[in-house]
């Protein structure tokens, strides 16, 4: 029988006495627990008596955190938290410096405990530290162990740092303005200081005014990397308390002294490594140096406002060498700045303002782009000139790609974005560099340009860029998107809360794409690095032809807003993120990943990837894959088979190449017979008996496809690639009758095609049908694979262990126990 839930077995230890096991009631009060065990001690005055942890945090026990004692649990019987408070208040005031001493150690040591920090502080002895740390005639020992537990006592926040004295503060500022101090006491001054500012404003005040910012940036020059540490802290703790005139005072005062140079020289570059408080420090002060820029990021172009007006017309005038404009009439200098702007790759080229009304990233777009003009003038007149001389349609508009980079650099580097409380993600180059995002600018927009050209893109691929992560796509894509899926959406009755699903959905869809149906409503598919597509299943038994009948289903969905190959932007997206992700420590060492970074290389990784993520390469996942073919070839075929009876509508051509004539063709419900005729125009799916022509199955001889056709040879010479790979035939009866058909679409034509070779009993052999089987294998794999999720699967099977050479160890409970 187990026992109750309010018992639990503990053991409890003394010095110097035999350790107790007892039964802890949780419903009898902790001070009779307390009086048993004295009493099995014979202790007298159990008053003076608490329990404790021995392990890890040693933590009284109390009445509201005795709950979280658990069974096996080893506890300590020790002084109360009371008399402990008074021994050591006394202690401290003792005229022998030794006990002294030990009563500010042990001080330290229990502290962290909230019920004796409650009971010291209620005597009064968090001033008695304090009027000790103001008077500083202790040993440096002495004075460590007193700030450590005066920041104990604080750190639980039962007493106020506003409360502190100013002659308190001002001898914690001189201690950290001290050249020559112990650096235990340096160490904890930093980090009381810290505390001050950030509990109020009015202490910010204070302590800026006592400590010396100077010294900071000193002690980040020593060794010592908890000094180090410290430091930063108490100047991030500075910049992010500070209003926005301090802020900007501060943040003025340490670029004159060069701080970053001394962070990447002392810290960056110092023999440890970075820990992670530290580099918590490094991200604030990345974050907030990088956030100044978020004004410019946020502030549209004015087209009245002369200075930006002039940078445009600078841009210009550095990158073609132009006559002097002073002798052109008005309308000639207008029609050529509009040439010239058009070649700088500007969208509005009779007002280029109009590009950079955008926000983000706004003015700092034109920023990067004067940066770009004047620091590498050469560079820059090359790519602006060997991009507008082109005319095969693939050249790299330097305006909108730089206007597009800018926003991806602000992206990444996070501008306009607060700190994190628990950030760490820092750039060792931000540290190194003055003007981080203007020369991440320069390299990233050649790098951009190279891209362009081993993609071979054009600005249509550029137009098509998609929308990035959080972005809603566009209305019409949605509405395009459901209209070439063939799925229908929900019904004004339907329910409401998966509508608002399909508002949710992510575009583009792939073709091809998986649905698992799980009755009605709508259902999420995605896989591998595949976006989440929701899709309305309807109900199973209310669609025709049983096209929803099957536990999963190909969706034939078109990509609206798809191109050849991956845009140029997300791969320099990527390019930059996984060459920042490597930590480069200078401009020349992230240039030169970036640029090794190419096209190529970016597939192969993305591959690799892919298949790492999958776990596709493993033996047992291969094997597993070609045991569930078989299963998913057979779901192919069903669907194939459905799609057949549900029926296909195909164009006529006659002999004159007219496409005016309709007919329609689909496979009876038992399979047994080809059903067809013409139709009208306005005709979606018209019934099965109204179609007067049939063929049947079994008479079916063959299936032809190409140049195999019959009505390909009739026409020879006339028809173009694009019919021959579309055309398919079917003999049947005798060889001389055939069915000609020609199929509105690839996706079409390997639907048909495929269909009838399962009807023919042959294999189906479409490119659909490949990518369709590899998509549910993949499915399938994920699926099957959830319970293993970071569990590494062996190349080969563990090898079977030998028997054991007897079963002497086994019990025979068929025999009654005596």
Request: aromatic residues 8%; hydrophobic residues 35%.
């Amino acid at each position: 029988m187990p026992p109750p839930k309010d018992i639990v077995k503990i053991a409890i230890q003394m010095p110097g006495a035999y350790p107790q096991l007892i039964e802890l009631d949780q419903k009898k009060p902790l001070s009779a627990v307390i009086k048993e065990v004295c009493d099995g001690w014979n202790l007298p005055g159990p008053d003076n008596y608490a329990l404790q942890y021995t392990d890890g945090v040693q933590t009284y026990i109390t009445e509201s955190n005795r709950l979280d004692i658990k069974n096996g649990s080893i506890l300590r019987l020790t002084k109360a938290p009371g008399r402990c408070a008074e021994d050591l208040y006394k202690g401290i005031q003792s005229s022998d410096s030794g006990v002294r001493c030990d009563s500010l150690k042990q001080l330290a040591s229990v502290s962290t405990d909230v019920t004796f920090a409650q009971e010291f502080i209620s005597r009064d002895g968090h001033s008695l530290l304090v009027k000790m740390v103001e008077d500083a005639h202790e040993a440096p020992l002495v004075m460590t162990y007193t700030l450590t537990g005066f920041m104990e006592l604080m750190d639980h926040g039962i007493v106020s740092w506003e409360n502190l004295s100013s002659v308190f503060i001002k001898k914690i500022a001189s201690f950290v303005n001290a050249k020559v101090l112990d650096a235990s006491i340096q160490q904890l001054s930093l980090a009381i200081l810290e505390n001050m500012v950030l509990s109020s404003s009015s202490l910010f005040h204070l302590v800026k005014q006592e400590v010396t910012l100077e010294r900071l940036i000193a002690h980040l020059q020593v060794t010592n990397q908890q000094i180090q540490t410290k430091a930063m802290a108490l100047l991030m703790a500075l910049l992010q308390t500070a209003g926005e005139a301090d802020r900007q005072e501060l943040s003025a005062f340490l670029s004159k002294k060069n701080l970053r140079q001394y962070i990447y020289k002392n810290i960056i570059h110092s023999s440890g490594s970075v820990g992670d408080e530290m580099a918590h420090y490094l991200y604030v002060l990345q974050s907030v140096t990088l956030n100044h820029l978020e004004q410019r990021m946020r502030t549209p172009l004015d087209s009245y406002n002369q200075e930006q007006r002039d940078i445009l017309h600078t841009l210009r005038q550095a990158a073609f060498e132009t006559d002097s404009e002073s002798s052109l009439s008005h309308e000639r200098r207008r029609s050529l700045c509009a040439k010239e702007f058009k070649k700088l790759g500007f969208s509005n080229n009779s007002n280029p303002g109009q590009d950079l009304i955008r926000t983000p990233p706004g003015l700092l777009a034109l920023d990067t782009m004067a940066y770009f003009a004047s620091g590498y003038p050469g560079v820059y007149s090359r790519f602006v000139l060997e991009n507008s001389s082109r005319e095969d349609k693939h050249e790299c508009p330097f305006a909108r790609s730089s206007i597009q980079l800018t926003l991806i650099l602000c992206e990444i580097l996070r501008i306009g974005e607060p700190p994190s409380e628990t950030g760490s993600d820092y750039h060792p180059i931000f540290f190194s560099q003055d003007h981080l995002l203007d020369e991440l600018f320069c390299i990233c927009i050649q790098l951009l340009n190279k891209t362009w050209k081993e993609m071979r893109a054009t600005q249509e691929d550029f137009d098509k860029v998609r929308p990035g992560p959080g972005q809603e796509p566009a209305a019409s894509w949605r509405e395009a998107a459901f209209r070439r899926s063939g799925v229908r959406r929900p019904r004004a009755g339907a329910d409401r809360t998966a509508g608002d699903r399909a508002q949710r959905a992510v575009l583009p869809w792939k073709p091809g794409q998986l649905a698992l149906h799980r009755g009605q409503g709508w259902v999420r598919c995605c896989w591998g690095l595949s976006p989440v597509l929701w899709v309305w299943a309807g109900s199973a038994a209310g669609r025709s032809g049983g096209a929803f009948t099957q536990h999963r289903r190909i969706i034939r969905s078109g990509s609206p807003c798809s191109a050849n190959g991956v845009k140029v932007m997300q791969v320099v997206r990527e390019q930059i993120t996984r060459t920042l992700s490597s930590k480069p420590t200078s401009l020349e060492l992230f240039k030169n990943k970036v640029n090794a970074l190419n096209y190529s290389e970016i597939l192969k990784l993305r591959q690799t990837e892919r298949l790492h993520q999958e776990e596709t390469l493993a033996p047992p996942v291969l094997e597993l894959k070609e045991r569930l073919k078989p299963e998913l070839l057979e779901l192919i075929r069903q669907q194939r088979l459905t799609r057949l009876c549900h029926g296909t509508l195909f164009r006529k051509i006659s002999s004159r190449r007219r496409q005016d004539k309709l007919w329609y063709c689909r496979l009876s419900p038992n399979h047994k017979v080809l059903h067809y005729g013409d139709v009208e125009d306005d005709t979606d799916t018209p019934p099965i008996e109204t179609l007067q022509e049939k063929i049947p199955v079994s008479d079916i001889k063959a299936l032809l496809t190409g140049k195999d056709c019959p009505h390909m040879k009739e026409n020879k010479g006339k028809q173009n690639k694009e019919s021959l790979d579309l055309a398919f035939s079917i003999t049947y009866d005798v060889e001389e009758y055939n069915l000609n058909f020609i199929a509105s679409s690839r996706t079409d034509f390997c639907l048909w095609t495929d269909g009838l070779s399962v009807l023919l009993g042959r294999d189906m052999t479409s490119e659909c049908m490949r990518s369709e089987l590899e998509i549910l294998l993949s499915m399938e794999i994920k699926l099957r694979l959830l319970d293993l999720e970071n569990v590494p699967i062996p190349e080969s099977a563990p090898p079977i262990p030998k028997p054991p050479s007897n079963y002497n160890f086994c019990y025979d409970f068929s025999q009654t126990e005596q």
